[in-house]
């Protein structure tokens, strides 16, 4: 990897999937539990979009991010913080209007698990630019290392709805990946 490649750093999980479980039996007149969730459980709430798990944050950082498809990102406001390098001439000792519109960026972000999976379905369609994709999957890739049930819920929009709702439809919708996609989608764990 060339050293001024794109490279993410994959900071924390703010919150317990145990806060997520509280808060929702909060909303159901329940009681605090004990028992950690299962799998199943944490795939369903991810699935029904319930407010709890916007309790559940993920906090990340990406080095060398091309400042225009960082402005893709900062177009997330909900749910979503984030942390942007700046140009400012003052701050670099670099005039700002020489910047190319490919010049990197450092861009740390911290999101909740609701906008992560929104996030996904606009960064993940095939109608996005390839390289907001590969930067986001670089994302989605690091989640599911520490959360699997919640990397599993990030899908193109698509795969969301069940249909595409694009002007202009990539065609992904007519092919068995398309399938296999909606299928491990839906596909809720046994415990």
């Not at 407010?51 to 091309?66: A, G, M």
């Not at 979503?80 to 010049?103: L, M």
């Not at 390289?131 to 290392?145: F, L, P, S």
Request: hydrophobic share 35%; proline share 6%; glycine share 4%.
């Amino acid at each position: 990897m060339a050293e001024d490649s794109l490279k993410i750093k994959f900071l924390e999980i703010i919150g317990t999937w145990r806060n997520v479980a509280d808060a929702a039996r909060t909303t159901i007149r329940m009681p605090e539990g004990q028992k950690e969730p299962s799998s199943a459980w944490k795939k369903r709430i991810l699935l029904s979009e319930h407010s709890p798990i916007r309790k559940l944050f993920v906090s990340w950082k990406w080095s060398n991010l091309p400042y225009w498809v960082s402005v893709h990102f900062v177009r997330h406001k909900f749910g979503i913080e984030h942390f942007v390098s700046t140009q400012r001439t003052d701050r670099t000792g670099t005039d700002r209007t020489s910047q190319r519109q490919d010049s990197p960026v450092e861009h740390e972000c911290m999101a909740n698990a609701a906008e992560i999976m929104f996030i996904s379905r606009r960064r993940l369609c095939m109608q996005a630019s390839p390289e907001t994709r590969a930067a986001w999957k670089m994302v989605v890739d690091e989640i599911a290392k520490k959360e699997p049930e919640l990397a599993s819920c990030c899908v193109p929009e698509c795969v969301y709805r069940g249909f595409c709702p694009e002007f202009k439809c990539c065609g992904f919708v007519d092919s068995p990946a398309y399938q296999k996609m909606v299928k491990e989608y839906r596909e809720v764990p046994k415990k």
